[in-house]
């Protein structure tokens, strides 16, 4: 079923669609491609919102939390701003000190796209287009991000082409806390991870160019494992935020096989709500809100903690197109991006319940 809404923000119109399917229902916004509202039932079959998000349009519009949005050309850092393509110098945009971050000061957040609902009433396609040398990237980039609501899942497929080569690192950046929106913080969410190595950063969260083991670290929840138990040892200035509480994760995670996977589940114990997450891509930053205290929420009166949710943006690795060993972060004419992630949610009465299935592919 789906719903459409019209509404203004100085003067330009901003659609707010519906999705439901079951028990899910999605509300979304071509302002950004965002995810606005994820309701999902717990073990007692209510239902309860599950993904944050910032109060009225104007905050939404010019969140530098970048809460549901679509992220890119390209999420994440990239040093300096600068990179080569095809031996050639490029230079983009900096707005986080001198680094380039999720697309530039103008990205795909803070686009109005273009809007097409499928036949069927569960699925919204956006897109648009991106110019040669908007925020400094070469090429025109065509970008569909399809939303799909399924009776268990949401299901999130970006495709993109282009007409000369470029990079591409597009991700959704949704943040979530499986016990409701605004019911405290994620930190006995319980995660595991299907990825044995992660990408060490410096204090600017770049990445060094080093892959390391999880093993013996605070990255290493290759069992099931509560957000909160190692986040103290958790080291990094986090771009030179800094929290009392500490800024915890913000890092990438290199993701064990390849294909369509499973790749994660997090469970909240409370609600017994679990997100079991699948992604063709090799890597995931998981980044668990710890600069969000402060931060308004989807009530003016209402602000969020520290660690308030968590973010699991499927991807490849940051400042790819500078580290030669990483995985590529090529776009090319003939060779279409593809960026897809599925999130299915169940519910368990136990949080040491089976995580993983077997892996699947497309």
Not at 329 to 355: C, I, K, W
Request: hydrophobic share 35%.
């Amino acid at each position: 079923m789906t719903d459409i809404k019209t509404e203004t923000l100085h003067g330009i119109e901003i659609r707010v669609i519906t999705l439901t399917n079951g028990a899910v229902m999605a509300k979304l916004t071509d302002l950004g491609a965002r995810l606005l509202e994820l309701h999902v039932p717990d073990r007692d079959g209510r239902t309860a919102d599950v993904v944050l998000q910032r109060p009225g349009w104007e905050t939404i519009a010019t969140d530098d939390n970048y809460m549901g949005a679509t992220v890119g050309r390209y999420a994440n850092r990239i040093r300096d701003g600068r990179t080569r393509i095809d031996g050639r110098p490029v230079q983009l945009s900096v707005n986080e000190g001198a680094n380039h971050l999720h697309g530039g000061a103008s990205g795909f957040d803070r686009k109005v796209w273009s809007t097409e609902l499928d036949p069927d009433g569960h699925a919204v396609t956006f897109w648009r287009i991106s110019p040669a040398g908007e925020e400094g990237y070469p090429g025109t980039l065509t970008t569909r991000v399809t939303y799909r609501i399924e009776p268990a899942a949401l299901d999130i497929l970006i495709e993109a082409t282009t007409d000369a080569p470029t990079i591409a690192n597009i991700v959704n950046h949704a943040y979530f806390n499986l016990g409701g929106h605004d019911s405290g913080t994620v930190l006995d969410h319980v995660l595991q991870v299907n990825g044995s190595h992660y990408t060490p950063v410096t204090d600017d969260l770049l990445p060094t160019g080093e892959i390391r083991a999880v093993a013996g670290t605070p990255f290493d929840f290759r069992t099931p494992t509560p957000i909160g138990k190692n986040i103290a040892g958790v080291g990094g200035t986090g771009a030179g935020r800094n929290t009392e509480s500490g800024s915890g994760y913000d890092h990438n995670w290199v993701l064990d096989g390849s294909g369509m996977r499973e790749v994660l589940t997090v469970t909240n114990p409370a609600s017994g709500r679990r997100l079991t997450m699948s992604t063709n891509q090799p890597g995931v930053q998981l980044y668990t809100g710890g600069y969000l205290a402060g931060v308004s929420g989807k009530s003016p009166a209402d602000t969020y903690p520290a660690f308030a949710g968590f973010t699991v943006e499927t991807q490849t690795f940051p400042d790819a197109p500078n580290q030669a060993h990483f995985p590529p972060a090529d776009a090319r004419p003939g060779q279409p991006y593809r960026n897809h992630q599925r999130l299915e949610f169940t519910t368990v009465d136990s949080v040491m319940e089976t995580g993983f299935r077997p892996v699947k592919s497309d």
